[in-house]
């Protein structure tokens, strides 16, 4: 890291600023491996690494389940109406 040295106001205080270097901020990056991918649709595709965010995908495909089976509800109805 580079510090970047400031005088405040000639107070004689000298304030040091760290700033990452281009390679050091290019390996903070996390691969497309790492990250969590979700695909709209029946399946949730990803990694997960805890409990929580096991049950919560869990939970997420359950509402996408609710959602879709309430859309297909009201377009029964609809049809049941014209």
Avoid: H
Wanted: net charge negative; charged share 30%; hydrophobic share 35%.
């Amino acid at each position: 890291m580079e510090p970047d040295k400031e005088n405040e106001g000639g107070s004689g205080i000298t304030i040091v600023a760290p700033y990452l270097t281009a390679s050091e901020l290019v390996s903070l990056r996390t691969s497309k491996d790492d990250q969590v991918q979700n695909i709209c649709g029946q399946k949730f595709y990803g990694q997960t690494k805890t409990w929580l965010e096991e049950k919560a995908l869990q939970l997420a495909v359950e509402n996408y389940k609710d959602i879709l089976e309430k859309k297909r509800a009201s377009r029964i109805c609809d049809l049941m109406k014209a």
